[in-house]
């Protein structure tokens, strides 16, 4: 019985072990972008800059992605996430996002069109800061907070 009761704790473990911890990085092969879990109670993830890589064309960012058999929703655009991807032409961000971070689209230069969900709170600091292309954006009316320089040489806009 005790070794019954052993091997059940070792194999609970191991597949406590094998699950996502807050701090996680995982590519999603469905969207192609980068995630980073900020969170396990609820299961959330903000988008990051996938190391030495731009992003390109549309970009349609889900509400929500699975990692490790767990599904998260995906509550925030990390600082940087985006910036410099001088290719990405339009970003559609969902409802589920709340947050966008610092420079999080600065330097995305061919960016012309932005569709905002309308849970967005926060707007960072430069966060589409040289978006010369972006010609208009529509903010939506659960923005708080929109950052220092956030649409700076937005020379289109």
């Known amino acids: 019985m005790k070794k019954a009761v052993l091997i ?7 597949v406590a072990v094998a699950m996502a911890q807050v701090g996680t ?3 999603d092969n469905n969207s192609g972008l980068y995630f980073r879990v900020t ?23 889900p509400s929500s992605v699975s990692y490790d058999g767990a599904n998260y929703s995906v509550t925030e655009i990390g600082i940087s996430a985006f910036a410099d ?4 032409t339009s970003i ?3 409802n589920s996002v709340t947050a966008i971070g610092r420079v999080a689209f600065a330097g995305c230069s061919s960016l012309t069109t932005v569709n905002i969900g309308n849970s967005v709170k926060t ?3 430069s ?3 040289a978006c010369s292309k972006l010609t208009s954006i529509d903010i939506p009316n659960s923005v708080t907070s929109i950052g220092i320089s956030a649409f700076e040489n937005c020379s289109s806009l």
């Open 92 to 94: 559609d961000i969902p």
């Open 39 to 61: 969170s396990l109670k609820p299961n959330e993830v903000k988008v990051i800059k996938k190391p030495n890589y731009y992003y390109t064309g549309n970009i349609n960012i």
């Open 123 to 125: 707007i960072g600091n």
């Open 127 to 129: 966060a589409f800061y």
């Open 8 to 14: 059940a704790i070792l194999a609970i473990a191991t």
């Open 85 to 88: 991807c001088s290719s990405l």
């Open 25 to 27: 990085e995982f590519n």
